[in-house]
């Protein structure tokens, strides 16, 4: 499975980004799906996930402004980012696996290359 990123840029805090993530499987409506970012000097670390049945779980400093969801028909997961700070400025990626989901990297096997979020102050 490929995974493809993309939606980021520069924005003011308040703002809001799509960020959007297409992957290349026959069985995407299987696929447990998920968004981590990684600020500089920073380990990655989790900001939302789905389970292909449509659970969703976020990192407390999204709840309320990010949202995650997907599209089976066009194989591409979503994140709408709302009310943007400028601490949420990272790159971030796309993650997917089959078996496993949860907010642990190790759980997902398939990335994304990642995709630049920078929110000014």
């Known amino acids: 499975v490929q995974l493809q990123a993309f939606g980021g840029g520069l924005v003011q805090a308040g703002g809001s980004l799509r960020l959007s993530c297409a992957a290349s499987t026959r069985t995407f409506s299987r696929l447990n799906m998920a968004w981590f970012c990684q600020a500089p000097g920073k380990e990655r670390e989790f900001v939302a996930a789905q389970h292909w049945s449509g659970s969703t779980d976020y990192a407390d400093s999204v709840k309320g402004r990010f949202t995650i969801s997907r599209d089976n028909a066009k194989n591409t997961m979503t994140l709408q980012m709302n009310n943007l700070k400028p601490e949420d400025t990272a790159v971030y990626y796309c993650?997917?696996?089959?078996?496993?989901?949860?907010?642990?990297?190790?759980?997902?096997?398939?990335w994304g290359q990642g995709t630049q979020v920078t929110v000014s102050s």
């Open positions: 993650a997917a696996d089959f078996r496993v989901w949860g907010r642990s990297r190790a759980a997902y096997t398939y």
